[in-house]
């Protein structure tokens, strides 16, 4: 499945999944633990959907289930784009319409997100119905606080 901007199509095309191990220069940083940036991952849950998650450590988490589940990098891919991209913090659960729609699942769309884990850091997600779940220290978090990916959509 590849990547759907809701707010257009030629947006669309700038995206691109990296398959492998190695971290394209373009892939897209979205927080940080212990100094080191996370990239956006995304690999297949047991459902059969991919869904998106971190890049850490040679393997993909994903939040699924309420559990931190994980890949190794050959079985995820990462997300590297060509254009500039931001962060746009959600109230009551409202997404911007720039937000970057990765994939359905069970017919609710998944956006990429990013929230504050118990120690400080950013760390990404996918959010989904209203929240952010971010797979952390083996549990899955569910964040109604957080903030979604956003394209830069030419006028």
């Known amino acids: ?51 998106p ?20 990098m050959d079985k995820a891919e990462v997300l590297a784009m060509d254009q500039q991209i931001g962060w746009t913090a959600v109230t009551d659960g409202k997404l911007p319409k720039t937000a970057v729609q990765v994939v359905l699942s069970g017919g609710a769309a998944l956006h990429v997100c990013r929230g504050q884990v118990p120690n400080g850091e950013s760390h990404p997600g996918k959010e989904w119905k209203g929240n ?15 903030e979604v990916m956003t394209a830069s959509v030419a006028p």
């Open 132 to 146: 952010c779940y971010i797979g952390f220290g083996g549990k899955g978090l569910k964040m109604p606080k957080f």
């Open 53 to 72: 998650g971190k890049a850490w450590n040679n393997s993909c988490y994903v939040e699924f289930g309420g559990k931190e589940i994980k890949a190794g």
């Open 1 to 51: 499945l590849g990547i759907t901007m809701v707010a257009t199509s030629q947006a669309a095309e700038m995206t691109k999944w990296s398959m492998g191990a190695t971290i394209p220069a373009t892939a897209v940083v979205a927080g940080q633990s212990s100094g080191k940036p996370l990239h956006i991952c995304r690999m297949k849950v047991p459902s059969g959907e991919q869904h």
